[in-house]
């Protein structure tokens, strides 16, 4: 059972996408597309032939199959619903951030590689991003490691206790941001649209078509879905599942889904209050965001809790 | 109540807050926000004054806690507000670093007291980084000092770096008595209102309220 619980995430990304998307357009007053049209998005795309430039080089052909597979394999590293995770005992939650890393660094080689101007221009905004979000992230997560005593994540969700302590709240808060860059939403990137000069994630992604496209698109959601269950794993693991039991890793997966659902919530709520920032003024808010993750750490070693 | 105090570690959201308005106090160039930051930390300051109070059971902690409400609460940032209306200005536009380096480096400040004070300091208060937080606070209180160019958010780091000290020497001594705490807080007060009136004579006479142009000779 523990071995395949990592499906749930190749399966059920596309929904949350879709659930965002449709919850944020309520809030905006519009009725917006059905939950499931990610799904519908994903076999058409796949139905459809592509178009491949005639300059690009191998890495262009290799790069969804990598990024795809560098996703799948975080997926198998994170519990789920049961914190007897799939392949947890080789891995940790190191490793989870650089296998995002190396996804996003052949995403990055992949927009260089048609050679436009407008893949460049996101490859160049991707790494910058990344260069601040990366060491927020990991800072933030390991005052969750610290007070658990391992980075493994399934330890982590083990042994978090209910009562919240501020540097707790810090280390949170600096994650939240950090997820929002990650997965390009509003004050970092804006999500629907590749017409916009300020675009990063779907800059890289304009030269894609067909199957390709629809590789890269589904690993998107599966790393926004694997974002949110670290969240949920590393801060609020309540309910998750540690014995085994079908009937509890039943009730688990139930409590897993609301979870899933309140940070989609959360995420078109963040959407729809914050507008997108310029990309100079990116710097600020990812600082800001660092230095509340490094305040945690701090705080953490102070009170000891 | 006393035990739910303890159990959800209120004293230590109160302290942390406290150090998060400072530190966030470097983010803002809007003076408004600014203004509305240190507000936050009076408040907060207050608010531990008064827990401190309930939790020892001290009746003069009360006073000074409903002082500090008051003064650094209410007059001081209704006071501040004015004068920020009054000169026209509502940004520090060019501050000698940019938000994210002074950000960093107010973090920077934060560890280095926490690295040089987690040793060799004994400290009888409530809480055990209360004085760490305090002194950090007053740091940062300098460094804005430092950084800013208008003689108004000179002055808000001024007033973070007597909120830094008074939270000082509260942790150390759990409060002093009434009527010195009185005598700082009519002091600041005071030199306050008088900074405020010198802010707007330099708007005046220098049409501008950026005190690097003070070093230009008027003849």
Redesign the interface.
Known sequence: MEYLQFIIIIIFSPLIQGLIKKLKANMQGRVGPGVLQPYYDLIRLLRKDMVVSRVTSWIFKATPYIVFASTVSAAMIIPIITTRSSFGMMGDVIAVIYLFAAGRFFMALAGLDAGTAFGGEGSSREMTVSILVEPMMMLSIFTAAISAGSTNVARIAETQNL?Y??PH??ALSAFVVAVVAETGRIPVDNPDTHLELTMIHEGMLLEYSGRYLALMEWAHYMKQMLLFTLAADIFFPIGIDSGGAPALIAASFGIYLCKMFLMACAMALIESARVKLRFFQL??L???A???A??SL??Y???G? | MKNWIE???VI??IS?GI??TA??MN?FRRLESCVRTYTVNSWLLSSLIAIVAFMIGETHLYIAAALTLVTKGILLPVFLRRIVKQMKVTHDVEPYI????S??I??IL??VV?ASL?VGIFVSGFS??VL?ISIAVILIGLFIMITRRKAITQVIGLLFMENGLFLAGFSLTFGMPTIIELGVLFDMLMGVIILGIFAIQIKRVFTSSDLDKLTILKG
Request: glycine share 6%; no cysteine; charged share 5%.
């Open positions: 009562f302590s501020p709240i810090l710097p600020s990812l600082g800001g660092f230095v509340l490094f305040l701090l705080t070693i102070m009170i809790k | 159990a959800f570690s230590d959201f942390v150090l998060l530190v966030a983010a940019n938000n994210a380096l950000l960093t107010s973090g934060v560890a926490y987690s055990k980084n760490q």
